[in-house]
Nanobody, 124 residues
Framework: QVQLEESGGGLVQAGGSLILSCVAS????????MGWYRQAPGKQRELVAT???????NYADSVKGRFTVSSDAAKKTVYLQMNNLEPEDTATYSC??????????????????WGKGIRVTVSS
């Protein structure tokens, strides 16, 4: 079993920045892809960013140019640097580990392990 735990959320003003961390623990941690997801109240979960085990990244159009995903394999940690935050970024952010697949769709539907999520609130 793998456990994922997010940290770094909170309240920030529009235009500000936050960095989220997702630390893995438990069994051997070797996912194919790690993803960051968010869900705003009353909305469906959205895939925000992904990073493969080789370091390739991909982003949703809504965050491209503002968010950066990175990883530190030695620390078993994935980060999401969020800059120029907007009120529309307010959501619960979760990380997920995908062991099979690597496409955007597979990262949407094929998450093997989830973190519990952390709240990000952007005030206007």
């Amino acid at each position: 079993q793998v456990q994922l735990e997010e940290s770094g959320g909170g309240l920030v003003q529009a235009g500000g920045s936050l960095i989220l961390s997702c630390v893995a623990s438990g069994s051997i941690f070797s996912p194919n892809v790690m993803g960051w997801y968010r869900q705003a109240p009353g909305k469906q979960r959205e895939l925000v960013a992904t990073i493969t085990s080789r370091g390739s990244t991909n982003y949703a159009d809504s965050v491209k140019g503002r968010f950066t995903v990175s990883s530190d394999a030695a620390k078993k940690t994935v980060y999401l640097q969020m800059n120029n935050l907007e009120p529309e970024d307010t959501a619960t952010y979760s990380c997920g580990a995908i062991y099979l697949g690597a496409t955007w769709y597979e990262c949407l539907v094929g998450v093997d392990y989830w973190g519990k999520g952390i709240r990000v609130t952007v005030s206007s």
